[in-house]
């Protein structure tokens, strides 16, 4: 049978290759389990990551891994496991402005003698605490200023003799898109206003697997603070507002043709493109969806939801909209996942509630929810990033006074039990902004008065500028997770400006 | 109820993710069938016995076909007097070691980059090896089917400029369909293996034609295979209890003895068994999982019956001892030692 030189040198390896398999054998397991990969390692993260991946090198033992994982400060999570992956679903956003250490000391993998797995410590951080307001005194008036909270660090974006209107982050913070007039402009109206983007100096680094993110990771580096480009020029058309799109990746501006002001309508622009007007019907407020791809315009008496591409064979003039909510005149947020707004209803078909309007909680599964109704007016509403509840700023008619008064207050809503919390009273004034800090802990408020239950040394000189006030919304870990909003007294912040608006 | 349609969920998945890939192997392997002189190839082969076992391993590059295609080719090769070292390297090697099936594989395994290089590694490494012990042997006749070996004593050491004739179509077994004087097409073997020399001295438009022949019939035989292998794979899952699906697949023994018998009984096409690898890539071992992929497209079910057209059954026997030893071995290490 092993006549043939082959054979018998096949043979003969087959007696080697058996030799060896058994020493193999009885040398044992020598190998540990690892982690593999981290998807958050020494990464920044924001509120648009909400689970972490951790990959091991073998299967393991679920429940020693469960037992034995921390995060140092806590945060708290689901577990879920798909092979030797397993994911960490924050219940709440991590808070911003912080390191984060993650601990796995000592877990088994599930091989029958269950091998310990090598200690695994990795590190991430979510984005600085920060936000950008436009400046009212000194060298920062007009200007467009950035607070960095968690460095206490101040920068000045725009040049000195520029006009800022007004100003959005661009989803990672790594810049801000402007209105401003420049110096020469300054004198004329409003609407020369011309739009820019500039950049704050903050390099994002975001984890390359993001759960929840839509459109890539920017640039690895932007360019230091204040590198200012333009996006759109006034020369024949006044840009009026603006919004940016969740991905970052699509602006939409109103614009109006300053020799036709029947030529009004919102305007496309996107990267490494030409603008372009959405051939839509004229309308007013708008919003960008959060799936970035459409818009959502007031027309008339009611809420077009348009295509921000249209389709292709579409042959028709003017884009026609995915849907008409007649009922509503404004909207004023919608959650994060997209599957829900705040939205306003004038109440124009209810006779007996004719002076009235009503906060409605609508979902894309044809949900209708009253929230809250005044006889006064709806000035803001943000939802939480958990989606569970819904801040606004509302007024109420003052009917003690002799004239015509309406009283804002800051208020939450349960948006799923119709809880509400009235959080903090405010003086009437004439323009309120707030804004609510990315991971949901805390509100921002600007005043153009003194706020009543706050003390303030000199009073007239509060009266003046206008001031801006930080307001903590949970006193306790525990009331975050719960839900419930806990205010402690707001903070008045050392520098004066209007509109803070936190960076994402 | 639930377990069918857990079960045609992962059926149809499996086969949504690996049929572009066998569409494209098939159709980049019937066009270079058809484009490369395969003369001219084994003319540039090297005559050292290591040399040539690696250059043959490496001619997957050339040829990307898979598991189902390659014995063939390594038949045609042997006949047209390409080196026992070349022809076996090719053989075992070629199914893996290509451009379509690493693609492939990297699509599959992306986190886990390792599987891909230590697949080709393994592959070369084993191919190489055997091709070597190949290559001790001076007269390759005896370890040959007849018929091949009777071919090879005709055919001369191939003259690259020269078509070699044609061997007769009466030495050759199956069915035939005559067509005009000298020309036929074997009705059960895929119509570009078929072929008597290189098409590539044919005119284009007479190639064109056999290279969408072959493209029909190679997805006709080879998206069959791969549908029975997606409904084993997906009924596997379903039917066999999890515990003892775990309980096989983390030991770091018993993982890669169970991966070699189902990569020998599912015998799925090479260019897409990475996908169904990666159905069991979260309870198995690395270990095993590399088995699978280096195993199955050396040696498969359904291979067997091609390779007994080129070698002896005892050949055969000895290739998939060694085989199944080395895979074993070089896969026990990763398991014990690495990961």
Known sequence: MLGQRFYRAAATLALVLAGAILVVLLSGDHASARVRQFSWNEHQIGVEDSAFAITFSRPMNTASVEDNLTIDPPLSGRVSWAGRRMAYTLDVPAAYGRAYTVRLDEAQDLTTQGNKLQPFLAQFRTRDRAFAYIGDTGEEENRLVLYNLTRDRRDILTPPDWVVMDFKPYPLGDRILFAALTASEATNSRLDQQIYAVTTGITPNPPQEAFGRLGDVPAANPGPAGEITPILDSQDYQNLGFDISADGHTLVVQRVNRNDPADFGPWIVRDDEEPRPLAAEPGGDFLIAPDSQSLILLQGQGTAILPLTPPEDDSADVVQPLDFLSDYGRVFDMSRDGTSAAMVNYNQNNPDERFTQSLFFVTNQGEEKELLRTDGSFLDAQFDPTNRLLYCLVTDLDEDSEEYQEQPFLTAVNVREGTVWDLLALPPQPNLHMSLAPDGLALLLDQQTRLDMAETDDPENAELSSQMWLLPLFSSREARLAGTPSPTDPERLPMTGVQPIWLP | ?339
């Open chain 2, 1 to 339: 109820m639930v377990q069918l349609n857990t079960g045609l969920t992962l059926f149809f998945s499996l086969l949504v993710e690996a049929m572009p890939f066998l569409l494209l192997g098939v159709l980049f392997s019937s066009v270079l069938l058809l484009f490369v002189d395969e003369r001219r190839l084994i003319a540039a082969m090297p005559r050292n016995p290591a040399l040539g076992a690696i250059a043959g391993s490496l001619v997957g590059f050339m040829f990307p076909v898979c598991e189902c295609g390659n014995v063939p080719v390594a038949r045609r090769l042997l006949s047209q007097g390409a080196p026992a070292s070349v022809a076996v390297g090719f053989l075992l090697a070629a199914p893996t070691v290509n451009p379509i099936v690493i693609w492939a594989t990297w699509t599959a395994f992306r986190d886990q980059p390792e599987i891909v290089v230590l697949r080709v590694v393994f592959s070369m490494a084993i191919a190489v090896t055997i091709a070597c012990v190949f290559s001790l042997q001076s007269d390759l006749s005896p370890l040959l089917n007849r018929g091949v070996a009777k071919l090879l004593a005709t055919t001369a050491v191939p003259i690259p400029a020269t078509p070699t004739p044609a061997p007769s179509p009466l030495l050759q077994s199956g069915t035939f369909l005559l067509q005009a004087p000298g020309t036929r097409v074997q009705l059960d073997t895929p119509a570009a293996l078929s072929l008597p020399d290189s098409p590539v001295s044919k005119p284009l438009r007479l190639r064109v034609r056999l290279m969408l022949d072959n493209i029909v019939q190679e997805m006709r035989e080879l998206g069959a295979v791969l549908i029975l292998g997606a409904a084993i794979a997906a009924t596997v899952q379903v039917v066999v209890p999890r515990e003892i699906i775990l309980s096989l697949g983390q030991g770091p023994i018993t993982s890669i003895l169970a991966m070699m018998a189902l990569a020998w009984v599912v015998s799925i096409c090479s260019t897409v068994d990475s996908f169904f690898a990666l159905s069991f890539a979260s309870v198995f071992t690395s270990g095993s999982l590399l088995a699978f992929l280096v195993f199955g497209p050396m040696v498969d079910l359904k291979n067997i019956s091609l390779l007994l057209t080129l070698f002896r059954s005892r050949t055969i026997l000895f290739i998939f001892l060694l085989v199944g030893q080395l895979t074993f071995l070089l896969t026990l290490i990763v398991n014990l030692y690495i990961s």
